[in-house]
């Protein structure tokens, strides 16, 4: 299988940042590098991670001077040596087998970006209801005005420098509108693979899981009549999730 380059993007993740190394370093495909794009941190994330470096001798670490979720993952897609790419934000988790079967998906089915499915298996029902007609909403759109969790997703160099990075002008859904804009010279689909990827529910805890729905239902659906948003007229701030 072909190397990866894994970019993950942090801000004040001390207590997370952890436990997605911990995957990385059990997993079944090895042939991937980690770079980690900090948004100068105010906590011991950047610390935290270097105690992974042992076990993940390829990992690399870098501190950027400004925060911005595109930014970040721009930042890391210029430093990686490889040409696959999976961006990853640091609260998600991931099955031993994840990086194994997600290659081989995207090189059986020749895919240049992809995104994942969220996995509910180890949350309460109502999240795994709310994740279901959530990853429903990414099959069905996925073929006309595809979306996207940024959290876990898949592109290459060649397909990230021809799209002009992610657009860092967009505070939300810049996730969206990266695979829309490749959606027009590439397939682009969700993996069909048996091992979602696990999303914290935090986000969802701490804003409102109805809210959240509603916000995301009301950007896509301003997106889709109106286009993008670079205005901030619905402000989305990166990193305002409190620890828990």
């Known amino acids: 299988m072909k190397p990866l380059s894994i970019v993950i ?9 952890g436990r997605l190394l911990s995957d990385l370093v059990v997993q079944n495909y090895r042939n991937f590098e980690v770079i980690l794009v900090d948004s100068n941190s105010d906590d011991l ?35 990686a040596q490889h040409n696959r790419l999976l961006f990853l934000d640091a609260d998600v988790r ?7 079967n997600a290659v081989d ?38 073929y006309f005005f595809p979306t996207a969790v940024g959290a876990c997703l898949f592109s290459t160099k060649r397909a990230h420098k021809e799209l002009g ?4 002008n967009i505070e ?7 695979v829309k804009r490749a959606s027009k010279t590439w397939r682009y689909r969700m993996l069909p693979m ?22 995301y239902l009301k950007a896509n659906l ?18 305002h999730y409190r620890e828990s």
Do not use: W
């Not at 990075?165 to 860092?168: A, H, Q, R, V, Y």
């Open 9 to 17: 993007i942090t801000l004040n993740e001390e207590r997370r940042i």
């Open 45 to 79: 994330t950047i610390n935290v991670a270097k105690g992974y470096q042992p076990h993940l001798p390829a990992m690399t670490i870098h501190k950027m001077d400004k925060r911005g979720v595109s930014l970040g993952r721009n930042t890391g897609a210029k430093l």
């Open 94 to 100: 991931l099955e031993p087998d994840f990086l194994a």
């Open 105 to 142: 998906s995207l090189e059986n089915n020749g895919l240049e970006v992809a995104g994942v499915y969220r996995s509910a298996k180890k949350l309460p029902v109502r999240y795994k209801v709310g994740y279901s007609l959530f990853n429903l909403g990414l099959f069905s759109t996925q």
């Open 165 to 168: 990075g992610f657009d860092e």
């Open 172 to 178: 939300l859904c810049e996730d969206c509108d990266y």
């Open 194 to 215: 048996p091992t979602a990827f696990q999303f914290d529910p935090r986000r969802l805890d701490q804003d409102g899981y109805l809210k959240t729905g509603g916000l």
């Open 222 to 239: 301003r997106r889709l009549v109106f286009g993008e948003m670079r205005n901030g007229e619905i402000p989305y701030e990166f990193g």
